[in-house]
């Protein structure tokens, strides 16, 4: 039995067309509360949740130096949008946060990996000196993800939330933070 292979994934700017291929993958193959903040009762896919995912990528067509703060790609494996990955400005300096959710059929491939190792790439190429992202105990995937490219995990006092950071050393170099 050969090895299976981690697909390649691509980050494509958000344009109209590929906006319409995420909002589909999105309200077709991933739950509504994995893409968007609970705006509505109940966790489907409703026109309020498809409008604030629209709005949400248009306004980061700005990118990093617009209103928002922040640019969003779409993750794109062999021609097919399976979800999206952001870079946002913190108020540590030089420190982006990253957030990324992925539709059902694009999990447990290693699309997860490639796609936080190409947003790494994007936030060194933009000068940042690390990338910090923040999930919770019950998303196993991401903290493995996570873990396996080296971010020094933080539990929160709760022992809920983690927050993740990966720093940077002068030549875009990824380093494990202590």
Known sequence: MAAEQ?????LVAVDGTVLAQLIHAATTDA???EVTPP?????AWTSDRVAWLRDFHRVRRAGLAGPAGEEAWAVVVDELVVGSVRLKHTDEHGVLEMGIWLTRGARGRGVGREATTAALREAASLGASGVRADT?????????V???LGFHLTLSDDGQDVRALLLFDPAGDYCICK
């Open 6 to 10: 981690t697909p390649s994934i691509v």
């Open 31 to 33: 739950g509504a509360d």
């Open 39 to 43: 705006l509505t009762a109940g966790r």
């Open 136 to 144: 919770t105990v019950a998303n196993p995937g991401a903290l493995a």
């Open 146 to 148: 996570l873990r396996r």
